[in-house]
């Protein structure tokens, strides 16, 4: 059983990405911007946002951080989106969600010109995915590929199972897993809540991509011998063990089904590591115009 | 075995938005206008739009057609799509694939505005799809649910297996049976040329998509009792029993399948009579302004 280090491997883009921009800065090339639009103080998204910012300075990107009280209108905050759109200093940009319930998410979403649109989530991007264009990835799923391609790990003619169907991870990494690519050209297999004994096909997976929400949910007898086993679970739960009183648990319970995985994540430290990456590097590529 | 007799719900479908277009205009609203733009003299594509252009007639839309030559320019293409867009009378158009060699086919969907894009093809529409939200479904997808939905068959919870990644049938209709909605809410498979042992697939599906356009690929022995087969194959092989010298041939073989089946689709007669009218469909849709 190999772990699959998300940690090192975000750490190891990373580098690589400040040195691209280094080279780009040092030729006379325009250092990438990403803008962040953070709407009010939930204390994830403050801390989502925050390190977002972080990583931008160590890979060498300008940012800037757009402060909105929860209170700000729908319409305001349309206008912030499309004076971002027509700025040509930035690159790219975020409206970090979940944003207050008077705002609807899908027009802001809307409104953000898709060639700006990093987080991926505009319907032109997850289009341009499904058909398989050249477009944005949202971070989780581009992560996912991201550890899969690094640790060389086969997936042509693999039956991946994906375990959920949100519209950030589960139906998108399917999309792109059964894609003709690499990684890609995998059978694909989407189970979710309606899906009638999962263990059938979870132990039939060469590879399980885990993004249900359900804390250990995929158990030891779930797997068979030599999968690879992707966990994109992050549930809080309590805990006594750690000073803040809650742990990160992931979807699939670790300990069992370790042994009997070729290659598996960890959570923390698999999948997480790299969605803030992903987006970095949608970033660079706006900042070349590679895409759009 | 129940036999889906696709040309007799596409009947039944173009008599119900006929009534509907009578009483729109009867009321005082406007007569649905849909224009396609048809380039060159394909065969294939001209028997396509004069039965395009026919069926409009037979539901009470008005139909224009815009024809070029096969050495129309790209940007002259493009700019009537423009004109396309900004006339306030057409409600949807099409421009009738396959596109000569020396025009981008992706260009010309994409400068379609996707509030007029009644293929479904432009990524907004297919981005939209791909996140469960209301859009312009391309025909071929939207024909099989529609059969689905009007034989009662149940899809939550069932395994269905879609033969095939096209962008036009394999993709969008597994995206469309995985959401929660009805039909939908199956657990789905996606098998394609990658896939390792199909048959093992199959013979556990509850429901089979065939679209891999392969003549008789599916076989009675890859089929599990009861099953419900939808055939999106239509191959075109030679024939000395037809007059024109051919017949069209689906994915599966049919007096093999069919006896096992709980539902079955005939070829020709099942869901190629649907295509057209889920066309009329969304014409209406954007007549009456219903998605955009």
Aim: charged share 25%.
């Amino acid at each position: 059983m190999q772990l699959i280090d998300g940690k090192a491997i975000a750490a190891q883009i990373k580098a690589e990405l400040a040195e691209e921009v280094r080279q780009i800065v040092a030729t006379g090339g325009k250092r990438p911007h990403l803008a962040a639009i953070l709407v009010g103080h939930d204390g994830g998204s403050e801390t989502y946002v925050a390190s977002k910012v972080r990583t931008c300075e160590e890979v060498g990107f300008q940012s800037t951080l757009i402060r909105y009280e929860a209170d700000v209108s729908e319409a305001e905050l349309l206008a912030e989106v499309e004076r971002l759109n027509h700025d040509d200093d930035i690159d790219g940009f975020i409206v970090q969600l979940p944003l207050p319930k008077h705002i609807s998410e899908q027009k802001v979403i809307e409104t953000i010109d898709y060639r700006k649109d990093v987080d991926g989530f505009h319907p032109v991007n997850v289009g341009r995915m499904a058909i398989g264009l050249p477009c944005f990835v949202s971070a989780t799923p581009a992560g996912i590929l991201e550890l899969l391609k690094r640790y060389h790990i086969e997936t042509s003619g693999k039956h991946c199972v994906v375990l959920g169907r949100s519209n950030i991870v589960g139906k998108p990494v399917a999309n792109l897993l059964m894609q003709k690519a690499y990684p890609g050209d995998c059978t694909l297999t989407v189970c979710h809540s309606r899906t009638k004994d999962i263990k059938k096909y979870t132990r039939d997976a060469d590879i399980i991509i885990a993004a249900l929400g359900s804390p250990e949910f995929l158990k030891g007898d779930m797997v068979k011998e030599g999968a690879v086993v992707i966990d994109v679970g992050t549930t809080r739960v309590a805990s006594a063990e750690t000073k803040s009183g809650f742990k990160l648990k992931g979807d699939v319970a670790f300990d069992e089904v370790a042994p009997r995985c070729s290659f598996i994540t960890p959570v923390p430290g698999g999948v997480g590591p790299m969605t803030i990456i992903s987006l970095m590097r949608n970033t660079l590529l706006a900042g070349k115009k590679t895409i759009y």
